[in-house]
């Protein structure tokens, strides 16, 4: 008799509701906690996205006939050499264009200033502090040859370090997760599970591989416009454009709004020519080129793709505008895989409670 009168459902959202409360409540305490666990486990899943990026790489050499530690050997060593030789060529013509940069910007600020009667002491100097403590960086660097690995330069170059080699060992091994992953799901009755992970393996892989190949064409086309065209930022702004091609739309709108600013004090015909090539390339990149690098990952709805940039950006800053594409490449694909299976759920439910009434 009591338990007629006990209401299960009051009673559950009572529970529900204390469980909140303790989490909440502790939240500095497990907070801190699951800080340091993220920042423990964050190199080792770099160092399995980087992994998973080049293990087609090796695979295709693979195919070709090449040995597996031969294959490794050479992407990791063509690999290390570009980045190498990247950092070496790069560094000192970026020392130069900052200084340019430097002088640009406050002319910027100057320009705005007196056109516009704002007052723009203190964030001029703001801005100008920061481009000298770079350069300053950079120019110990490239005077001494050393770099000062103390406070956060150690824990940087550590982590670098850390991922670099932990990288390796996920590429040499990555045949070997594949299978025990492809073993393990296999063995599950439900069948339609391992299918799912192959379908996000294969959307992940694609992307990955598409996003790592797009950055590359990203460097050298915008490196080699802007320098054609007469920009003295042209190193700074290919590396830029290349960089924030991880976020989707947005990215390379910051790179060619910058480079239209600075160009706008270079020259007119710095400024128009910039101009055009702000207007007319990422639509190249867009229709032409992101189609062909990532194929059908890239078939997505793009007031979707920013609906998941900014929400990644809310969540999680921007960590989760770098994973936003990928998260919902994953969920988009879920969805689907499991659309007829959820919607005869809610026919199910909505049989059972029409019996039920």
Known sequence: MFRDKLN???????????????????SNWWGSIIGKVISIIFPFVVSFAIAYAFYPLVKKLQNKGVRKTLAVTLVITVTTALFLGLIIITVPIVYDQLLTLSKLVAKVLQDLSTKFSLDLGGFENSITNILNDIITSLGTYISNGTIDFVGKSVNFFTKFIIIYIVSIYFLAGMDKIRSNAK??????KNKKVYNFIKAIDNDLGQYLQGLVI??????????????LVGHPNWLLLGILASITTVIPYFGGLITNIIAVILASVVSTPVFIATLIICIVFPNVDGYVISPRVYGKTNNINPLWIIFSVFVGGALLGFVGIVIALPSYIVINRAYHFFKDDIMDKIDDIKVSKKKSN
């Open 183 to 188: 073993d393990i799901l296999k063995r599950q």
């Open 214 to 227: 797009f950055m590359v064409i990203q460097l050298f086309e915008y490196c080699f416009l802007f320098w």
């Open 8 to 26: 299960f459902k009051l009673l559950n959202l009572l529970i529900l509701l204390v469980i909140i409360y303790i989490i909440v409540s502790t």
